[in-house]
């Protein structure tokens, strides 16, 4: 069964650095372009970045410059680097890929 796994969250105070990674398992195919989300408490999963199978990416004008999406398709692995983090980025990430269900999520909090 293909799954998504993603680790990498934590506990941080503000203008610290994460690198969230999302690892898809059970697949021995190339994957496909890779979605990243959050929900922070009481609020609608939001799309944060894309990264295509060809590596373009697109973000959510809020993490513009403060976050970049990679990918080694070697590993079946994408990555979300996050920095300068700031307390409105506290939520829940998740990585997607299209027929593939939602993963558990890694938690990041952004906090003095």
């Known amino acids: 069964q293909v799954q998504l796994v993603e680790s990498g969250g934590g506990l941080v105070q503000p203008g610290e650095s994460l690198t969230l990674s999302c690892a898809v398992s059970?697949?021995?195919?190339?994957?496909?372009?890779v979605a990243w989300y959050r929900q922070a408490p009481g609020n609608q999963r939001e799309l944060v970045a894309t990264?295509?199978?060809?590596?373009?990416?697109n973000y959510l004008h809020a993490v513009e410059g403060r976050f970049f999406a990679s990918r080694d398709d070697a590993k079946n692995t994408a990555y979300l680097q996050m920095n300068s983090l700031e307390p409105a980025d506290t939520g829940v990430y998740y990585c997607?890929?299209?027929?593939?269900?939602w993963g558990q999520g890694t938690q990041v909090t952004v906090s003095r």
């Open positions: 997607k890929l299209l027929g593939i269900p």
């Open positions: 059970g697949r021995s195919s190339s994957i496909s372009s």
């Open positions: 990264i295509s199978r060809g590596g373009s990416a």
